[in-house]
């Protein structure tokens, strides 16, 4: 009889642990300390289908901001693709036209005046553009979301005669997927993005993108 007594004491207490292992599991849940997954940013599929290097990859030769907004998004470098769409008005008049430009070599600069990297560069683009305006290059900076006169004022404070446009409600920031200010599009003659940089260049970087868009030529700082 004790025998007997004994086995269900330990059976009676087999079931107590297993209900009180169970509630613990329910209302602790897994350890706390395991190793979750994390998400990674990937490059876009149009960029891994045309063998195009991801932003990671595009050396940016200073540090910068992430966008104006400050959204932190990951650019689009549209590298060898056809260059997206632009038509924004231009400061003093008129209007920047991409397609019309089709047949020379552009050299595209998303920017604002407020930007650090943008006053540094905007004299070395200048100098690159009087360089090489006999081999038909156009360089232009594209301002994002600030008025004519700021924009302007900004010019003429560094010397600059590159042709500015107002993209004056983010439009064109967004079909170029630029977040990354300041950002660089090199294209070529038949419209094809060959180069792209973002967050602050310098002259070597400027001149890989160029020498990608002026072949045959030697491209010097």
């Known amino acids: 009889m004790g025998s007997r007594l004994s086995i269900?004491?330990?059976?009676?207490?087999?079931?107590?642990?297993?209900?009180?292992?169970?509630?613990?599991?329910?209302?602790?849940?897994?350890?706390?300390?395991?190793?979750?997954?994390?998400?990674?940013?990937?490059?876009?599929?149009?960029?891994?289908?045309?063998?195009?290097?991801?932003?990671?990859?595009?050396?940016?030769?200073?540090?910068?901001?992430?966008?104006?907004?400050?959204?932190?998004?990951?650019?689009?470098?549209?590298?060898?693709?056809?260059?997206?769409?632009?038509?924004?008005?231009?400061?003093g008049g008129g209007t920047i036209d991409l397609v019309v430009l089709k047949g020379q070599p552009v050299w595209i600069n998303f920017m604002r005046t407020t930007s650090e990297p943008s006053k540094a560069e905007f004299p070395l683009m200048q100098g690159f553009a009087d360089r090489y305006t006999e081999q038909g290059l156009v360089v232009i900076a594209i301002d994002i979301r600030e008025d004519e006169e700021t924009v302007l004022a900004f010019a003429q404070g560094l010397d600059s005669t590159l042709p500015l446009g107002l993209d004056t409600d983010g439009a064109a920031q967004q079909a170029w997927g630029a977040f990354a200010l300041p950002m660089h599009y090199w294209i070529d003659k038949d419209g094809i993005v060959q180069d792209a940089a973002s967050d602050g260049i310098g002259a070597e970087t400027m001149i890989r993108g160029l020498t990608k868009i002026l072949p045959g030529v030697e491209v010097t700082p």
């Open 8 to 91: 269900a004491a330990g059976l009676v207490a087999g079931v107590i642990v297993a209900l009180v292992l169970l509630v613990a599991f329910i209302f602790v849940g897994p350890d706390p300390g395991q190793p979750r997954a994390s998400a990674s940013a990937s490059a876009p599929p149009a960029a891994q289908a045309s063998g195009a290097p991801s932003p990671s990859a595009l050396p940016s030769g200073g540090s910068g901001s992430p966008g104006a907004s400050g959204s932190g998004e990951v650019p689009n470098f549209h590298v060898g693709e056809p260059a997206p769409s632009l038509i924004v008005p231009q400061v």
